[in-house]
């Protein structure tokens, strides 16, 4: 069946950087494209970077660009999301996902596959 795993989430300080991978398993991963999505308590899920196939074309939400890097190996079934200069408010639980587009404000659409969650913990 289809896994797909996150890791790397942590607790870091404000300033300090996080690297999230995720593995997919038991689909054609070159033939989806990837995001991340983030919940904060509280609050709705939100897309906030998203992948191409190849990893040629990238989409950020304006909250993380400049800041967050998303990019994938397909040889390896896995995707990243670089954080870097991480904020307070970037803390939430980030989900790594599968789907069909991407749009321009870095949300994955006609998503099929979700990670389970990992949780970046930023303090000040």
């Known amino acids: 069946q289809v896994q797909v795993v996150e890791s790397g989430g942590g607790l870091v300080q404000v300033g300090g950087s996080l690297r999230l991978s995720c593995t997919a398993s038991g689909l054609t991963f070159g033939a989806y494209r990837m995001g991340w999505f983030r919940q904060a308590p509280g609050k709705e899920r939100e897309g906030i970077a998203c992948?191409?196939?190849?990893?040629?074309?990238?989409y950020y939400a304006d909250s993380v660009k400049g800041r967050f890097t998303i990019s994938r190996d397909n040889a390896a079934n896995t995707f990243y999301l670089q954080m870097n200069n991480l904020k307070a408010e970037d803390s939430a639980m980030y989900y790594c996902?599968?789907?069909?587009?991407?749009?321009?404000?870095?949300?994955?659409?006609?998503?099929?596959?979700w990670g389970q969650g990992t949780q970046v913990t930023v303090s000040s």
């Open positions: 992948i191409s196939y190849s990893g040629g074309i990238t």
């Open positions: 996902a599968a789907g069909q587009y991407c749009n321009d404000l870095g949300v994955l659409g006609a998503v099929s596959h």
